[in-house]
Each structure stands twice: as C-alpha cells, then as structure tokens.
C-alpha cells in the first residue's frame, strides 16, 4: 500500500510542524522500503482488516520492527495508528456517520502525541493501545468528551439523587477527558454532554441518559487545594460521587499535570499553572493523591439533580 498518502498529509497537518515532518519521514520511509513495508502492512490488515490480531499482539509487532529498522517505537506506533485510521475514516462514511465525528476522533492522536513530545521527549504515542475503543467504533468523540458504552460493576446499588437506582450490570455511558487544551467550561461540557444525548439517548427507556466518568480530576479532595476559580471543581459538580480512593504513595497521574518533571521530588516540582502550584504544595506537605468514579443523570438539556 502506499503510506504517504493524501489522507495522512492532512492528518499530519494538525500536528506541530516538527513532528508532522518526523512522521512524514517514517511514511517515506516505508513507501521506499518494501521488505519494511510488507512486514507493517501485514499487522495493518491482521488487525484492522482481517480482524485475526489483537492490537496489543499488532503493537508487539511493530515494535519489534522499531528495533529492526531503527524508528523510535512511540513514533512507529503513532505511524501505524495513523494508517490504520485511513481505513476506519472509510468506515465512518459507510455508516452514515458524520464526518466532523471522525475528525473530532482522531484529534485525539494529537492530544496523544503532544503528550508523547512533552513527557518521552519524542513524537509519537506511549498509549497506542489505548486506540483499540475509536478504531473498533466502540468509542466516539462528542464535543470535548469521548463516550462509550459501559456496564456498572460496582457489588452495590448505587441511588441517585433523583431516585434512580443503579445495579451491577447496568448500562451507562462511560467517558474519557482528553488533553486537547479546551477549557471545561459550562458551555463546553453541556455541549458535549448534548451531543452525546442525541446519540445514547434512545438506549435509556425513562429518556435520562445515566453518563459515568472515572478520573483523577474527579478526586474529592480537591475542594480542599484547589483554587475556586479551576474549572475542574466546576466538572466535579457534575457528579455525584459512587466511591473514591487515594493512592497509598505517589501521584500515577503526576504526568498529565507535571509532563516532563515527572519523578522530580515534591519540593522541586514546577509552580508555573495553578493546577500546578496547588499540587506541589498538597504533595510536598504530605498528603495524598487520589481518584473517584461518579454519574450523573441528563435529560437531554441539563443535569438531573
């Protein structure tokens, strides 16, 4: 197949110059080495086409041909996911489905890479994996938020505040917050939280789509740290709290805060965001970091409480 194709220019056109033209040169790559390109575009139809591999056993694959050609294996990754989203664009349209969804979708490979650039210094992806949910259309993105179709697990009912009663095994719509710099605003997140709506909302007999999200940003005890001004306690008013937990050491997240001062100590950590100054200073006294899982119910135009 060919690699450096239109598709895949204009993708990479929304990435940052420098990278763009690092990926592009792995595409020429492959277009001008058929031994190289035969072993990719062989994981390219295992998965994407002929359905016979996993992605987790597609990515040993490619890695293994990062240590053989000599291409940094985050930037392959990022390559092959690349490739692999031409095809899935095909997809989209023979569903019917819009168009802007797609692209809304595949942003999300430049949140992943600019991540990749600040945290591993390199462009590329650290989380490929993480794409099996968008290229198996099982994961879409609506506005600032990526929905999905998840089943509650908890071993206890769960009521919210306006009488639903949530068991184990129950529907709810699962979502994900990507880092793609938008501010979650008011507006930004009742966008999305309607967009997704009119797609899920037909699944949810009563009308009210039960939306669910596990996440750091949802940790309780940022009322106690964070600045009244963040957006991020104005997200966590979403939410009506399932359960929670702090991490018995260390911060698993620090990366989607600190970037590339992960592992610096507490003490030394940069104080140049908000988010930043107060983590450091809650770290570096002591105390823990953490994360929660919560609902909330939506009617279509507001949050149910």
Not at 46 to 68: E, F, P, Q
Not at 109 to 114: P, V
Not at 208 to 232: A, D, M, Q, T
Not at 273 to 286: F, I, N, P, Q, V
């Amino acid at each position: 197949m060919q690699h450096l194709t239109p598709y895949i220019r204009t993708l990479a056109a929304t990435f940052p110059a420098d990278a763009a033209k690092v990926l592009l040169g792995v595409e020429e790559t492959l277009d001008g080495d058929p031994v190289f390109a035969a072993k990719f575009d062989t994981l390219v139809h295992n998965y994407m086409v002929a359905g016979s591999i996993g992605l987790d056993t597609a990515l040993d694959g490619i890695r293994d041909l990062s240590a053989k050609y000599g291409v940094n294996e985050y930037t392959l990754d990022l390559v092959y996911i690349m490739t692999l989203t031409e095809i899935l664009k095909a997809r989209y349209a023979e569903r019917g489905i819009d168009e802007k969804i797609f692209w809304k979708g595949a942003d999300d490979l430049r949140c992943k890479l600019l991540e990749c650039i600040e945290v591993k210094g390199v462009p590329g992806t650290f989380v490929a994996g993480w794409n099996n949910g968008f290229l198996k259309m099982t994961r879409f993105a609506y506005g600032r938020f990526q929905f999905e179709e998840s089943t509650y697990d908890r071993d206890f009912d769960f009521v919210m505040t306006g009488g639903r009663v949530v068991t184990k095994g129950d529907k709810y719509i699962n979502f994900h917050i990507p880092s793609s710099g938008v501010p979650l605003t008011d507006e930004v997140r009742l966008a999305s939280y309607r967009e997704a709506y009119a797609h899920y909302k037909d699944q949810f007999a009563d009308g009210k789509v039960l939306f669910g999200c596990g996440s750091w940003l949802l940790y309780p005890r940022h009322r106690e740290f964070l600045p009244p001004r963040l957006n991020i306690l104005r997200f966590m008013d979403d939410f009506e709290i399932v359960d929670w937990e702090e991490e018995e050491e260390g911060f698993h997240n620090d990366w989607r805060v600190f970037g590339r001062y992960t592992g610096t100590p507490w003490s030394e950590m940069p104080r140049d965001t908000a988010l930043r100054k107060a983590y450091a200073d809650w770290l570096t006294a002591g105390n823990r970091a953490g994360h929660a899982f919560g609902l909330f119910e939506f009617d279509g135009e507001k949050i149910v409480q």
